[in-house]
């Protein structure tokens, strides 16, 4: 699987929207992004994925470069319930459902 | 819908013996994936089924082994426990195999190895 490079950390006020990003620059023409994120005590769940085009849902929106080498996690006004590991993940088209976890990005959110 | 339940959600076992771990994935779903998250090698993939056979295998050694049933609920077994197998084992199931579908996680499974 392609690997994915993002900060280990970042901060946040709450209420301001959140930019996260993650680079992957050997990623393959049928890669989906993926975005996890995983709260405290929990496991991890799902937030938006996408092939080619920006992404949006009730979540959050998914920014992808033009050349698909990096991709950027956008949470439009960040709660305090927002604060969670962000995981972001390739899946390969034909490739089943192992997850590649890297170390992800802590996203902390102050009040 | 019922989200992904797993059993027990908490264990204490000794070194030595061996623990047996369930899943059940939401209704319709036909793959369970099993990743195992501990402090320090952050979550890894096990192993995944999908219509009782498995389909993906991560490194780890033989003590840990899986089976699907036709219900699609999954167990996990591991046998002669080591204290490094302490960690949290998450389920999470998906209905296809495919690269754009979504997973969705279970609480997990918190073993204690002593």
């Known amino acids: 699987d392609a690997k994915t490079t993002q900060p280990n950390s970042m901060e946040s006020n709450e209420e301001e929207p959140v930019h996260l990003p993650c680079n992957h620059s050997?990623?393959?023409?049928?890669?989906?992004i993926h975005w996890y994120r995983q709260l405290p005590s929990q496991g991890p769940e799902y937030v938006i994925h996408?092939?080619?085009s920006n992404v949006n849902n009730r979540m959050a929106s998914l920014a992808i470069a033009e050349d698909r080498k990096s991709s950027t996690l956008i949470l439009h006004r960040a709660t305090l319930r927002d604060a969670a590991v962000y995981y972001c993940?390739?899946?390969?088209?034909?490739?089943?459902?192992?997850?590649?976890f890297g170390g992800g990005t802590r996203l902390m959110v102050k009040p | 819908k019922a989200g992904v339940t797993q059993t027990p959600r908490y264990l204490i076992k000794t070194r030595g013996q061996q623990v047996t771990l369930s899943c059940s994935p939401i209704?319709?779903?036909?793959?369970v994936s099993w990743y195992q998250q501990t402090p320090g090698q952050g979550l890894q993939f096990l192993f995944e089924?999908?219509?009782?056979?498995?389909?993906n295998k991560g490194n780890f050694p033989g003590r840990f082994s899986g089976r699907q049933f036709s219900n699609s609920r999954s167990e996990m077994n591991v046998s002669t426990l080591e204290l490094g197998d302490s960690a949290l084992y998450l389920c999470?199931?998906?209905?296809?195999?495919?690269?754009?579908?979504?997973?969705?996680f279970g609480p997990g499974t918190r073993l204690t190895v002593l």
């Open positions: 999470a199931s998906s209905q296809e195999l495919a690269g754009a579908d979504t997973q969705y």
């Open positions: 050997t990623i393959s023409g049928t890669d989906y």
């Open positions: 996408g092939l080619t």
């Open positions: 993940i390739l899946r390969g088209y034909n490739a089943g459902n192992m997850l590649t």
């Open positions: 209704s319709g779903h036909r793959s």
């Open positions: 089924y999908f219509s009782e056979t498995q389909r």
